[in-house]
């Protein structure tokens, strides 16, 4: 393993080190919630529309920049994007109303997602013959960067207050600082290929459409464990620290999980990591919302572990069932499908608001199955389709 990550590109690492600083401004608002909501004053339905909103900003808008970096300057991207993603959503605490909010997660969201397909492209093209083990750093630095924000902003923000929420980016910046120097040239021009906007994926339509629900589907059940948790925690009497510490265990465990998730698809293949996290992860994910004391913090990290462990690999799948536009690809696979996914969360929140949490929780659970159906449909290996008449591969 040692001997592998070491002989992985230098610019990979530059990358995932960027990736671990946007991603920790990503979830720094669902633990923030138990104090947004009596300040703010709105419901439960109006926190998962707001986390709809962000997750359109987030990630169907990489589709567009996913296009963008295919055609023009990538770098612009890479290096923006993080710049806007930090300082933006670090004025979250600010906020005096729920258009605010609305505006501050949107813009902060525009900059995560900017930075998201042009870095996982470059990953892809770097990572060689380890595109399992290139792609499980990259994301699994952001998810430690996502676990890492609630851990840091939760206690901090819990104890000075809202207003104190500014000084979250003083930390990132310096670290973006000596990160972006090191980030190479980017020339797109090896991105193209024939046909125009998403035509040129239309022969890889059938695989990349199952993977794409596959995702939306998983995603639908994390975004709503990850936003409705801390407010489930506090309502039990927890403090908005520990529902924070929770949230960054849940987090953490996913990162793991995904770097593991992608090592063993280097070895075994894509399709039975998906079919097995998945089924795996049900048992523990239906428990979680009732559980209390040690079992609930042992059903929450194997959740986290299982559900998560896919995320890398189903996003090298996809540029590997399509081998062109791989910026386009990563855009479907990790943004457009994070953010349909993300469209169906105010639908948790309103039957949260009539039925509770935790029996919602357990109803969204069991979209799972289908998951695992579709799954079972895909193809077998990472390896590339060649492209078809009129499209040019791009070389792994």
């Not at 979250?168 to 090896?190: E, F, K, M, N, T």
């Amino acid at each position: 393993m040692t001997n592998a990550l070491a002989r992985l590109n230098r610019t990979i690492f530059v990358l995932a080190g960027l990736h671990f600083l946007v991603d920790s401004y990503g979830n720094i608002y669902a633990p923030l919630l138990p104090l947004l909501i009596p300040r703010l004053h709105f419901s439960l339905a109006i926190a998962g529309t707001l986390t709809m909103c962000y997750q359109i900003a987030a990630s169907m808008s990489q589709l567009g920049f996913g296009h963008l970096a295919d055609h023009w300057k990538p770098r612009v991207l890479v290096v923006g994007g993080p710049l806007v993603a930090i300082v933006v959503l670090s004025l979250i605490g600010l906020s005096t109303s729920t258009l605010m909010l609305a505006g501050i997660l949107v813009v902060g969201g525009l900059g995560g997602a900017a930075f998201h397909p042009p870095t996982a492209a470059m990953v892809h093209r770097l990572s060689g013959e380890r595109r399992g083990l290139g792609m499980a750093l990259h994301i699994s630095a952001g998810s430690t960067g996502i676990a890492f924000g609630p851990l840091l902003a939760a206690p901090l923000i819990g104890r000075l207050g809202l207003a104190w929420t500014p000084i979250l980016a003083v930390p990132s910046l310096c670290l973006a600082a000596l990160l972006i120097p090191r980030v190479p040239r980017i020339d797109p021009g090896h991105e193209r290929s024939g046909g125009s906007g998403l035509a040129v994926l239309r022969p890889y339509a059938s695989p990349l459409g199952r993977l794409y629900v596959i995702i939306a589907l998983r995603t639908l059940v994390w975004l709503s464990f990850l936003t409705f948790l801390p407010v489930l925690l506090t309502a039990r009497g927890e403090s908005v620290g520990l529902a924070g510490v929770t949230i960054a265990l849940f987090l953490a465990s996913a990162g793991i999980g995904g770097f593991f998730g992608g090592v063993i698809a280097d070895r075994h293949g894509p399709k039975p990591v998906i079919i097995g996290t998945l089924v795996m992860a049900l048992p523990f994910l239906l428990l979680l919302p009732r559980a209390t004391g040690w079992s609930f913090f042992v059903a929450l990290a194997l959740a986290g572990f299982l559900l998560q462990s896919t995320l890398p690999v189903t996003v090298t799948f996809g540029q590997s069932l399509a081998p062109v536009r791989a910026a386009t690809v990563s855009s479907l696979m990790m943004g457009f499908a994070w953010g349909t996914g993300g469209l169906l969360v105010p639908l948790v929140g309103f039957l949260a608001d009539r039925i509770g949490i935790a029996p919602t929780l357990t109803m969204v659970t069991v979209v799972l199955p289908a998951a695992v159906l579709l799954a079972l449909t895909l193809p077998r290996g990472f390896g590339g389709t060649p492209a078809p008449a009129g499209g040019e591969a791009v070389p792994a």
